[in-house]
Every structure is written in C-alpha cells, then in structure tokens.
C-alpha cells in the first residue's frame, strides 16, 4: 500500500526459544510488534501518541506462516509494510528473515477503538502520517 518497507533487526533472546532450543512459534507475533512499533516511529508517530489521543489500534486478526526455524542468538531481520489503509482499519504485512532467507511471514489487522472500546474513524492526521509520512 504505502511502498514503504522497514528493516528492524532482532536478536533472538534465549528466553525466545522453547525447550527444543528453537523460537517458539508464539514468539514470532511479539517480533511483529517491535516492528510495527518501529514502523509507526520511523514514520513519525508513536503508539504512545495515538494512545495519549484516546485511540487504540486492536489486532483483530494474524496470519503467520513458518518456513524454518531461528535458535538463540540468531540475527533476525523482519521486514515490515503496511499493506492497507481504511478509515477504520489498517494491515501490515512482515517477512522475518535469517542470513538473506525467509523463515517467517506474516499479515496482522487493526481496527481502530476509542476509549470506551467502541470502533471509530482513525484520526485524519495520522491517516495523512501513514498515506504520506507527514507528522
């Protein structure tokens, strides 16, 4: 949607991996997150912004595929891009690579709440932020 894809690497933690010395699969929507986190930064508007502004951005819905496997230490890179933009929703889509390899992909959806969890329009700055990268 936006052409826009980051790159944010990752350290796999040995708290990340299961008892098969490997990430748990439970694992790969946090790496998802630090991602769309620093997405959302690198584009000139936290999470903490939009919160403090009385939205929420609820993952409603995951998609994850697993190709291989990443064990503790490995350098993770996880590619991130938003894939649609509504007025009350947004996709992102991630790819987790190791050594130039995809081991992981992934498509999250959000819907926009306000404070009493109720669906709302998300706000037409941040919109303009992620259609244009305008704060």
Do not use: W
Not at 84 to 109: N, P, Q, V, W
């Amino acid at each position: 949607m936006s052409g826009i894809t980051i790159e944010v690497p990752i350290r796999v933690r040995y708290a990340d991996t299961d008892r098969m010395g490997v990430v748990y699969y439970g694992t790969y929507p946090t790496y998802f997150e630090i991602a769309r986190t620093e997405y959302m930064r690198q584009r000139g508007f936290t999470y903490r912004r939009l919160e403090e502004e009385g939205y929420f951005l609820v993952v409603v819905e995951m998609v994850v595929k697993y190709y291989d496997t990443a064990t503790y230490d490995d350098l993770l890179i996880v590619r991130t891009s938003l894939s649609e933009l509504r007025s009350r929703a947004l996709s992102f889509d991630y790819m987790i690579m190791k050594g130039g390899r995809c081991i992981a992909e992934g498509k999250t959806y959000h819907v926009c709440v306000n404070r009493e969890k109720r669906v709302v329009q998300l706000p037409p700055h941040f919109l303009g932020i992620l259609r244009d990268g305008r704060a």
